[in-house]
């Protein structure tokens, strides 16, 4: 429960007068309630556009990245494959060193797919901590499985289509959840990459609006001297930034409860070994 007041908290604020919100009044029951917050934010219909845009993003993101996954783990889960040992070494070296924002850049610039989501999709393909966590959970699955369909004539694709996968929708359901919030939430290779205005994610275009609605409401309360009726027909920056923190995470809250439970149990198996 104790994780759930902070959440409530933003909640009632995004929905509290400016009067309530600025005086400390609110807590965990909105007071003096009212939208102005969330008409700020959405009037206009940019938010929209940026939602569509981080749902594509977000979707085709994360089909992406369990394919990579899966095609990568399977293989290297399995001890007879040539080189098996020297291609998790350089996988793995990736953990611990990285390129740079200055190389990335210029990669994805000497590429031509600036202003592109593939700018976004191409690097972010793989994740080598949860290439390692479905690799694990491969590992631990029978091989009698494999040695029974292979005797009946099955090749590999097979074998990883009609038995692997679905005994693996746990772990896939998991790391689902993983590289979905992860593509949710992206912001700094958006802001670095993605240029043009109307190809925005979520979170860049809410900052852009915090930022813009907040010196607006400075300019207004300045206008206006911050009393009376004026007063409370304006919104605070606290009650905007609350406002954008409940937009931004509602998608998320509302898929997470139908994964949860394969959420525990995809990750605990993909850790563990033995």
């Known amino acids: 429960m104790m994780t759930l007041f902070p959440f409530i908290h933003v909640l009632a604020t995004s929905m509290s007068s400016s009067r309530a919100v600025m005086s400390g009044e609110v807590f965990l029951w909105p007071k003096e309630i009212t939208f102005l917050s969330f008409s700020n934010l959405i009037d206009d219909g940019q938010l929209f556009v940026a939602m569509k845009n981080t749902v594509l993003i977000t979707v085709v993101g994360t089909v992406l990245n369990i394919a990579a996954t899966i095609i990568a783990a399977y293989p290297l889960s399995r001890k007879r494959l040539k080189g098996r040992n020297a291609m998790l070494m350089f996988i793995t070296f990736t953990m611990l060193f990285g390129g740079g924002i200055i190389p990335n850049y210029i990669l994805i610039k000497t590429l031509g797919i600036m202003n592109s989501y593939w700018a976004l999709w191409l690097p972010g393909l793989l994740s080598t901590y949860n ?9 631990n699955l029978p091989s009698e499985l494999e040695e029974s369909a292979a005797i009946d004539g099955a ?21 689902t959840l993983f590289y979905a919030v992860s593509w949710w939430n992206s912001y700094m290779n958006v802001l ?4 043009g205005s109307g190809k925005q994610s979520l979170m860049v275009k809410l900052l852009q609006m915090i930022d813009t609605t907040s010196q607006n409401l400075l300019n207004s309360n300045a206008t206006n001297g911050g009393e009376g009726a004026a007063m409370q027909n304006l919104v605070t920056p606290e009650g905007i930034r609350a406002a954008a923190i409940i937009i931004s995470v509602a998608p998320i809250l509302t898929i997470y409860p139908f994964l949860q439970k394969y959420f525990v149990k995809g990750v605990l198996i993909g850790s563990i070994k033995g």
């Open 155 to 175: 090749n590999d694709l097979v074998i990883i289509w009609k038995i692997i996968l679905p005994l693996s929708m746990p772990i896939i359901a998991a790391l």
């Open 131 to 139: 290439f390692f966590v479905m690799k694990t959970f491969f590992e």
């Open 192 to 195: 670095m990459y993605i240029t």
